[in-house]
């Protein structure tokens, strides 16, 4: 059972630039969360999405920044006209439910580098 | 606001020492509180949960017992290894639609031979 799987590892991106993050959610998990950590760190919540759905993006800056999860495919976190300060990883992760005792289960991460 | 704090790091240790990672939560509701390890270059994997007060979570010799009454969730091993070497995040669960977790900064351990 493959669990939740982000691409690119690492991207990198010249100032201006539009980067693309992708996440697929572990098989039956319907929701799907974005954090950025910054170097030395913890993670700091950007969107919550179900499908088709922005639950929260309270966590999401208002300008570049933009999430979906289509009903088919993966979720999409885009950051346009990217900026030296968007350099950082981003991690996704997904859950079955929101009960408070479910666990989230977290991808590997796509580290962004701007230059 | 709910928060979650956590010593400060990093912790070095020698191979076989007894860890202990503090960690408390703010006392708004019953919130679940996990421990999460993230290893170099990884995402972050659960280590060990408890749902309720006075549970113990544990897994692979780490263990943590839910505290209401210090509102705490301390991390902790007998006898370490190198292999443990890692960022330690605790994260209560609240109920809230951002992640439903929240995160300290985390405590990087790093263990020597």
């Known amino acids: 059972n493959a669990g939740v799987m982000q691409n690119p590892r690492h991207l990198v991106r010249r100032r201006g630039q539009e980067a693309r993050l992708r996440c697929s959610p572990m098989?039956?998990?319907?929701?799907v969360y974005w954090y950025r950590q910054l170097p030395e760190e913890g993670l700091k919540f950007m969107v919550y999405?179900?499908?088709?759905?922005?639950?929260?993006e309270s966590g999401m800056p208002k300008e570049r920044f933009s999430a979906e999860f289509p009903k088919e495919g993966p979720s999409i976190l885009r950051i346009q006209q990217v900026v030296r300060g968007d350099s950082a990883a981003y991690f996704c992760?997904?859950?079955?439910?929101?009960?408070?005792?479910?666990?989230?289960?977290f991808g590997n991460g796509t580290r962004l580098t701007v230059t | 606001g709910n928060s979650v704090t956590q010593m400060e790091g990093p912790v070095t240790l020698s191979e076989e020492a007894f860890l202990t990672i503090n960690c408390t939560y703010t006392?708004?509701?019953?919130?679940?509180l996990f421990w999460y390890v993230q290893y170099p270059g990884e995402g972050l994997q659960l280590l060990l949960k408890a749902t309720k007060a006075d549970d113990k979570g544990s897994n692979k010799g780490f263990e943590a017992t839910y505290r209401k009454e210090t509102t705490s969730f301390h991390l902790e091993k007998g006898s370490v290894q190198v292999s443990d070497s890692a960022v330690y995040f605790c994260a209560p669960n609240y109920g809230g639609s951002q992640g439903n977790l929240i995160f300290g900064k985390g405590t990087k351990l790093s263990v020597k031979p």
């Open positions: 992760a997904s859950s079955p439910g929101t009960g408070i005792g479910s666990p989230l289960h």
């Open positions: 006392a708004t509701g019953y919130p679940s």
């Open positions: 999405l179900q499908k088709e759905n922005i639950i929260d």
């Open positions: 098989k039956g998990h319907s929701h």
